[in-house]
């Protein structure tokens, strides 16, 4: 099942509706590579509410779309980990290594405004 | 007293043979832990379980089955999950229950992390039967 992306001025925010199988996983992070450059996109947001399971691999595909985004100028954000996936996650040895996490879309959006804020004020 | 679901005493078997499989059989290996009273927590930890060997499955065998049934002990009770293939077995099985390891370029997390979340693991493998690894996880 396709994730709907939608753009929302400088951010693009990627919402997965229900359980993504790996290809889906793959798709997401395709098409995400390029909307960012498309649309030059600032930030990504990735939401995960939905999503039951976060196993090691849709976990090691969130931390590359991170990384390529990264790679690509924009920064990305997962937010919507749920509290029995978290738990589930340490349990199962797995961590976001230097991925941003927000609590929900509005934190999410917030951290992306005060990340770039940050960068444009740097001299 | 609890009412007996009809189904909870069944046994179910999910044929995993793609990536599409693995959303199956931990969709309905959920279900059945929901169904025996399991906390969200705990069902999220038994469908994580099963994505993880379901993977392993079309990974490393090409495809298998998830057979998913209820367990008691005393008035406890559990699911038990049995991942098994017809695949080319694993050569070093102390080695890859280890933490860390991996042959697929994945987060070594495989067996150990599920190991890690279940009560019990068991794990058969040789080069003529392929794979079976059986786990069981109890309800708090």
């Known amino acids: ?123 | 007293m609890r009412e007996q679901h009809p189904d909870v005493d069944a046994e179910y078997c999910v044929p995993v043979a793609s990536v599409n499989d693995i959303v199956t059989a931990r969709l309905q290996g959920r279900a059945l832990a929901e169904r025996l009273g399991f906390s969200p927590g705990e069902a999220t930890l038994v469908a994580t379980a099963i994505s993880e060997l379901a993977r392993n499955i079309v990974q490393y065998a090409g495809n298998g089955d998830i057979v998913l049934r209820s367990t008691t002990n005393g008035t406890r009770r559990g699911i038990v999950v049995v991942a098994r293939d017809r695949g080319p077995g694993i050569s070093d099985l102390k080695l890859a229950v280890r933490s860390g390891y991996s042959t697929s370029g994945g987060l070594g997390l495989g067996l150990p992390g599920v190991r890690r979340i279940v009560d019990d693991f068991q794990i058969v493998s040789n080069r003529q039967d392929g794979t079976t690894v059986t786990v069981t996880k109890w309800r708090f």
Do not use: N
């Open chain 1, 1 to 123: 099942m396709a994730v709907p992306i939608l753009k929302q001025s400088q951010y693009l925010i990627a919402t997965i509706q229900s359980a993504l199988s790996d290809e889906d996983l793959l798709v997401l992070q395709a098409a995400l590579v390029e909307k960012v450059g498309k649309f030059r996109s600032r930030g990504v947001i990735v939401d995960v509410t939905a999503l039951d399971v976060l196993d090691s691999f849709a976990s090691r595909t969130l931390r590359d779309i991170a990384h390529i985004i990264r790679l690509r100028g924009a920064e990305t954000v997962i937010v919507g980990v749920q509290p029995e996936v978290a738990f589930a996650m340490v349990q199962l040895g797995i961590t976001l290594e230097k991925v941003s996490t927000a609590l929900d879309l509005e934190e999410g959006l917030a951290y992306l405004d005060q990340k770039l804020q940050h960068a444009r004020a740097a001299p």
